[in-house]
């Protein structure tokens, strides 16, 4: 059975810092590109970073460029993103994302999300 658990989300005032985390089980981590979404109430779930299988970063959304940075730890089967000078935009449930090298044959898998709240 696969999981995609995220964690680290929560209440912060602007200008703070929080990290996600990503664990996956029941995959070949190692081997699926991993992203973090996010949707806000009342908008479209939006693409937020996106990491190779080999840890590179791939897409940043414009909005979070020099903000965030996703990065993942294969063995811990674990996809991390690092969130700073957060603002209040950046409130939304948050989730991560696999997709296989041949996503004909295996379908993507999301997390169930996680809340992050920028408030004063």
């Known amino acids: 059975q696969v999981q995609l658990v995220e964690s680290g989300g929560g209440l912060v005032q602007p200008g703070g810092s929080l990290r996600l985390s990503c664990t996956a089980s029941?995959?070949?981590?190692?081997?699926?590109?991993m992203a973090w979404y996010r949707q806000a109430p009342g908008k479209q779930r939006e693409l937020v970073a996106q990491i190779t299988s080999g840890g590179s970063a791939n897409y940043y959304a414009d909005s979070v460029k020099g903000r965030f940075t996703i990065s993942r730890d294969n063995a811990k089967n674990t996809m991390y993103l690092q969130m700073n000078s957060l603002k209040p935009e950046d409130t939304a449930v948050y989730y991560c994302?696999?997709?296989?090298?041949?996503?004909?044959?295996?379908?993507?898998?999301w997390g169930q999300g996680t809340q992050v709240t920028v408030s004063s």
């Open positions: 994302k696999s997709t296989h090298w041949d996503p004909a044959r295996i379908p993507d898998y």
């Open positions: 029941g995959i070949i981590f190692s081997i699926y590109t």
